[in-house]
């Protein structure tokens, strides 16, 4: 298959190379006027309005830098052997709180935001714990296969976010199970609600408030963050505690993008500002901060 393919010759690329081919890539996308970068800059603009034109424009050619190493990060998730793969995990910051979660009744909940390189939390969770997660079907339906056979390398289950999915998930959660969310996608209007993110009305998903409220599992927030080096890159994996039930699913999804913002904060390059994540104001209109003026 071609993706296969086009993965295997990627992965190829020393970790080195392929951080100064990303950042070459991202100067491109960001002097080309590519929507991505500009999806990128109007997030970083809005999320953080005391930034210089100067200060914006650099954290935006880092953010794009991070975004397009995800693709020779996701090839070493497909074909690098195990302990090549893990062996650039230099740290694991919370694991003991991983241990208690995934020791007690009720399943454990993880809320990985997409920031560095989450991607690889499936191989380290899956090796070393009993993984079930959740994705989002990719546009074309030939990539799909791909995206799951590289996830579930690594024993992972993962279920695609429909009703099929979301039983298969709540029956691992009653079993006690280990399922881990990408929480800061934006769902139809019908499954979020509109909470405050940087500053700013964001529609985020009341699917864990759902699972907390039905399941009581022990809630868990996952991120893996980058570190660059002079040979490339290894990685830091975090667990720390997640946000609390609250008595509504508006109060909860607050409760989570505090989370979110916390862990963004810690190098904001690392989030992936090019995701529309304000594509749905609150008021219901078709209006988009996106759209060009």
């Not at 991202?26 to 100067?54: M, Y």
């Not at 191989?123 to 579930?152: C, K, Q």
């Not at 990408?182 to 699917?207: C, E, I, K, W």
């Not at 993008?257 to 995701?275: F, G, K, L, T």
Request: charged letters at 20%.
């Amino acid at each position: 298959m071609l993706a296969k393919s086009v993965l295997w010759l990627v992965q190829l690329c020393p970790p080195r190379m392929a951080w100064w081919i990303s950042g070459w890539i991202a100067h491109l996308a960001f002097w080309s006027g590519n929507k991505v970068a500009r999806f990128t800059r109007i997030n970083i603009q809005l999320c953080f309005p005391d930034l210089t034109a100067e200060e914006v424009r650099t954290l935006t050619l880092s953010s794009l830098q991070h975004m397009m190493l995800l693709l020779f990060e996701f090839s070493q998730l497909a074909f690098w052997p195990q302990d090549k793969l893990l062996g650039q995990i230099v740290r694991v910051e919370g694991r003991e709180l991983l241990e208690q979660a995934v020791a007690k009744p009720g399943g454990t909940l993880l809320l990985v935001p997409h920031f560095g390189n989450w991607e690889i939390l499936c191989a380290f969770l899956g090796v070393h714990y009993s993984l079930a997660a959740l994705y989002d079907p990719p546009n074309f339906a030939s990539l799909e296969p791909v995206i799951v056979d590289v996830r579930e390398r690594y024993k992972g289950r993962m279920f695609p976010i429909d009703t099929g999915g979301m039983r298969s998930l709540i029956k691992v959660l009653k079993e006690g199970g280990l399922v881990a969310i990408l929480p800061d996608q934006v769902p139809d209007r019908n499954a979020g609600v509109h909470v405050d993110f940087f500053g700013h009305p964001a529609l985020t998903m009341s699917l864990p408030h759902r699972l907390m409220t039905k399941n009581r599992p022990n809630v868990l927030m996952g991120s893996v963050q980058r570190e660059i080096t002079r040979s490339g890159y290894q990685y830091i994996l975090r667990f720390e505690p997640g946000p609390c039930v609250g008595e509504t699913d508006q109060h909860t999804a607050q409760a989570l993008n505090n989370c979110i913002e916390h862990i963004v904060r810690r190098d904001p390059a690392q989030y992936q500002w090019e995701y529309k994540r304000f594509k749905r104001p609150p008021d219901g209109s078709r209006s988009s901060v996106y759209r060009r003026q």
